[in-house]
């Protein structure tokens, strides 16, 4: 009987070393060839799916910026829509129907817009209209400067005559025709604007009036439990972000403007309430943002006083109250749950501005914070680890010095 169980115990290729496999080879030495072939196969398929989202990575800035009319208004509704989900949720639990709460964020986000609208847009076309006319002022105000610029150009100049032998060849520039009326630019521009406005409209309505249906189902179609919990995690962790980001930025926009607004009021600047709206509209664009709507303060101030020390006060009003914003009170709102790397936003500021210009500025934080919280998520693509701790690079190395060192090798 013992010998029966000895006989039907299961054998290991640690009891049989002399064991053939397929390959003709023992099991044991079959079983490490078979992991070395599946390593290389992990690595080759990772290898290719690096080069594709390498490939990817370079064409698609080019790719959104040449179709920069669909991508556009898609993704500003799209950040639109996703920062109003906490009030369409709030609506929802309140009994109201799902679409009848969509249609009223979209409306009350379009009453928000048009009285930005009404207080910017409207003043500083009838303000800036007045440039042509204040240019004998503002050359006024600005006659020391401009005194000292002619110094120092009339100095250069001459140095410049001393210097070369004969004067460069100037490059011809090509002319570029403009439209010859208002209706050929309105013709050309404001179809298309309206067209975009309308599809951005539309998106909203139609994401918002079938968000909770498309959580749901984007969650319980996952195939694991952990799937789904992660799914869900991820829709409300982007959620919750980007609507405290701009609900947060909002706020303390409107706070920045109406403060601004106050103190130029103060100082008998026209047009208060519109200056004080293009800083808190710029502000939403960080570093960047104030110092452009401290320039046109600045252009503003020359073109309505005659003192230069004067004109200077609304730029140096503006400065102040944003670096008041900055330094206190933004970081003591928004706290360090929205915190992002200073280089990250000026990366995400230089590409989204250079594919989609002002607009694509206005929305390079919060398409960074919906990145950011997808990939906290999913995880980062380790490259450094797969290029040098685990590559080929590091093995390559690992042979080149195996060789220096293994006279065997050396002697072969």
Not at 59 to 71: D, T
Not at 140 to 163: A, C, G
Request: aromatic letters at 8%; a neutral charge.
């Amino acid at each position: 009987m013992a010998d029966h169980d000895d006989t039907e115990r299961t054998l290991t290729p640690l009891d049989l070393p002399d064991r053939e496999g397929a390959f003709g080879l023992p099991v044991g030495i079959e079983a490490d060839e078979a992991i070395r072939i599946a390593q290389r196969r992990d690595r080759l398929l990772a290898a290719l799916t690096l080069i594709a989202g390498v490939g990817l990575a370079m064409g698609l800035p080019f790719a959104l910026k040449s179709g920069a009319e669909f991508f556009l208004p898609l993704t500003a509704a799209l950040v639109i829509a996703i920062a109003l989900v906490p009030v369409l949720e709030w609506l929802e639990r309140h009994r109201v129907p799902s679409p009848i709460a969509a249609l009223f964020c979209v409306l009350a986000f379009l009453l928000m817009a048009n009285v930005a609208i009404a207080a910017i847009v409207v003043p500083a076309t009838d303000f800036f209209r007045l440039l042509p006319s204040r240019i004998s002022r503002i050359q006024e105000n600005l006659s020391p400067l401009l005194d000292l610029y002619s110094t120092l150009e009339k100095s250069v100049n001459k140095m410049l005559r001393q210097v070369a032998t004969s004067p460069p060849p100037r490059p011809q520039a090509t002319a570029v025709a403009p439209p010859t009326s208002i209706l050929e630019l309105a013709a050309t521009s404001a179809p298309t604007v309206i067209v975009q406005f309308f599809f951005g409209v539309l998106i909203v309505f139609f994401f918002l009036s079938g968000w909770t249906r498309l959580r749901r189902r984007t969650i319980t179609g996952r195939t694991s439990f952990d799937g789904a919990m992660a799914t869900a995690r991820v829709i409300q962790d982007v959620v919750d972000d980007v609507s405290a980001y701009l609900g947060t930025i909002t706020a303390i926009n409107i706070a920045l403007g109406l403060v601004i607004a106050g103190a130029l009021h103060l100082v008998g600047m026209p047009y208060p309430l519109m200056w004080g709206g293009i800083a808190a509209l710029l502000n939403y664009i960080p570093y960047f943002g104030p110092i452009i709507a401290a320039f046109l303060m600045a252009l503003g101030g020359l073109m309505t006083f005659r003192d230069v020390w004067v004109a200077m006060l609304p730029p140096a009003i503006m400065i102040g109250c944003h670096l008041v914003e900055a330094n206190a009170i933004t970081p003591f709102v928004v706290g360090h749950r929205l915190t992002i790397n200073p280089i990250l936003i000026l990366v995400s500021l230089s590409f989204w501005g250079w594919v989609w210009g002002t607009a694509g500025a206005l929305l390079a934080v919060p398409l960074l914070i919906i990145l950011q919280t997808v990939l906290g998520a999913a995880g980062k693509p380790d490259i450094a680890g797969f290029l040098f701790e685990h590559g080929t690079l590091v093995q390559q190395r690992r042979e080149r010095r195996h060789r220096r060192t293994d006279p065997v090798d050396q002697d072969g």
